[in-house]
């Protein structure tokens, strides 16, 4: 079975902390994905990876960054963590093929910033 | 811009009920829709569809695609307390492999 793990289940940050959120896949996945989750908003895309050192920006970037020095991990960064960005935030992975879009999870990170 | 819109947003039932849920979409150069449940944790996968009027089928739930009307329905037959979830729609963005979600409904079943 796949498995995409993050680091933290639940996690809490004062404003202005730099926050890192941790990601590995154990299936050799070239697409890595970063969602953040709000109720009402659904899950929004931040940022993906479709290989090593190769990043693109999503829907919503602002206040992010990321990174993916090898194949397995992609870490999502928090610069200066603000209040705004409380929220429930979901990694994934993907094959990269052109007929399976499906993506692999993990369970999630619910951060809260004070 | 691609869209996908889930309806209803949030379902209360009572178990033993046939349910319907809605996903309709608007995407360039459509590729599939994906349906996934999530219930505490992780969004887990529950179907592809790439072909219209073809079912897809797994045990009470089913789906299937409309390609000329732009839309997919879920069908749970029989719920149980253990389908309480959110289901999410999803579908590939054109020429990427980014997937653009609904808001996704909400499903509680109660005894």
Same mark, same amino acid.
């Given at each position: 079975d796949v498995k995409v793990t993050q680091s933290s289940r639940y996690?809490?940050? /004062?404003?202005?902390?730099?926050? @890192?959120?941790?990601?590995?896949?154990?299936?050799?996945?070239?697409?890595?994905?970063w969602y953040r989750q709000d109720p009402g908003l659904g899950l929004r895309l931040i940022y993906f990876s479709y290989d090593v050192k190769m990043k693109e920006k999503g829907d919503i970037p602002e206040g992010y960054s990321v990174? /993916?020095?090898?194949?397995?991990? @992609?870490s999502l960064i928090l610069e200066s963590a603000s209040t705004n960005q409380t929220s429930m935030y979901l990694c994934a992975s993907s094959l990269w093929s052109a007929t399976n879009?499906?993506?692999?999870?993990?369970?999630?990170?619910?951060?809260?910033v004070l | 811009e691609d869209k996908v819109v889930q309806?209803?947003?949030?379902?209360v039932v009572h178990e033993g009920d046939t349910v319907t849920l809605n996903c309709?979409?608007?995407?360039?150069?459509?590729?599939?829709?994906?349906?996934?449940?999530?219930?505490?944790?992780?969004?887990?996968?529950?179907?592809?569809?790439?072909?219209?009027?073809?079912?897809?089928?797994s045990g009470r739930l089913s789906s299937i695609l409309d390609k000329k009307e732009l839309?997919?329905?879920?069908?749970?037959?029989?719920?149980?307390?253990?389908d309480s979830a959110i289901y999410l729609c999803a579908a590939p963005s054109a020429g990427s492999y980014q997937l653009t979600f609904g808001k996704g409904t909400k499903l509680s079943v109660i005894p």
């Open positions: 996690l809490v940050k /004062r404003t202005g902390e730099k926050v @890192f959120l941790e990601c590995v896949q154990d299936m050799d996945h070239e697409n890595m994905f990174s /993916r020095e090898k194949k397995e991990r @992609f879009e499906k993506l692999f999870f993990g369970s999630g990170t619910q951060l809260s | 309806s209803p947003l949030s379902l309709s979409y608007e995407v360039t150069n459509f590729r599939s829709l994906l349906w996934y449940k999530q219930e505490k944790k992780a969004p887990t996968f529950l179907f592809m569809l790439t072909s219209s009027g073809i079912e897809k089928k839309f997919s329905i879920l069908n749970i037959t029989a719920t149980q307390t253990g």
